[in-house]
């Protein structure tokens, strides 16, 4: 079945120090992925995307993703955590077929410690 | 868990009719609901804000008559696309806020409009 999975429901970091969130996919196709951020009182914001191109992607706010198609994960990266980054973040899938839903984890909640 | 529930996950509809989606807090309230709409491996775009007993806030180039968006309860939004045409064939998605934080999404309805 197609699916993806955020590993971890919760990850608390401190300020200034490195951030991993991870997302790992189950898919036939090749899929376009996603990593989306939603603030407090606000909807989803898209940070990335991954449309077969180049597999690591760029996105705002000093994020970025690799996918490894190996390991069918995407995981998100910050060198350094900002207090603004404190936020739920999910990964999202096109996962192919004909229909072409969209598939989301379940988030993962950000907690940045000063 | 929290779950959402979307209705109809998948329809096909004539150029000129108008088609309703539901999206549904099972076991939970949502003052917030968010409906977003996805292209192909495209990324979400937010469509509307519907808080509920009051106007959805629709953003910017989203037009309000074509998309009519009801909140009567906190457990249920509808989008109607009023006249659909083959443009507006797309992956509607919404999701909903627990309490002020956490957001649950619905599986998302395909809409063909032939």
């Known amino acids: 079945a197609q699916s993806v999975t955020q590993l971890d429901s919760h990850v608390s970091v401190s300020e200034g120090t490195p951030v991993l969130l991870r997302c790992n996919y189950s898919s036939s196709y090749s899929p376009s992925l996603f990593w989306y951020v939603q603030h407090p009182n606000k909807g989803l914001q898209l940070l990335l995307k991954?449309?077969?191109?180049?597999?690591l992607v760029k996105g705002i706010n000093g994020f970025e993703a690799e996918f490894k198609k190996s390991e069918t994960s995407f995981h998100l990266t910050k060198p350094s955590a900002h207090m603004s980054d404190a936020a739920e973040y999910f990964c999202a899938a096109h996962l192919g077929g004909s229909q072409g839903n969209l598939i989301f984890g379940k988030g993962t909640k950000l907690s940045v410690k000063p | 868990g929290a779950v959402v529930s979307q209705h109809p996950s998948w329809v096909i509809c004539k150029s000129g009719t108008s088609v309703k989606i539901e999206c549904r807090s099972l076991d939970f309230q949502a003052t917030t609901m968010f409906w977003y709409r996805q292209f192909p491996k495209q990324s979400l775009m937010l469509m509307a804000t519907?808080?509920?007993?009051?106007?959805?806030?629709?953003e910017q180039g989203v037009e309000k008559d074509k998309f009519l968006i009801n909140h009567a309860s906190l457990t249920l939004s509808t989008l109607t696309v009023t006249s659909a045409h083959p443009e507006d064939s797309s992956f509607y998605i919404c999701?909903?806020?627990?309490?002020?934080?956490?957001?649950?999404f619905g599986s998302g309805t395909q809409l063909s409009v032939l």
């Open positions: 999701s909903a806020r627990q309490g002020g934080e956490k957001l649950f």
């Open positions: 991954y449309t077969s191109a180049a597999t």
């Open positions: 519907s808080n509920e007993g009051s106007k959805a806030t629709y």
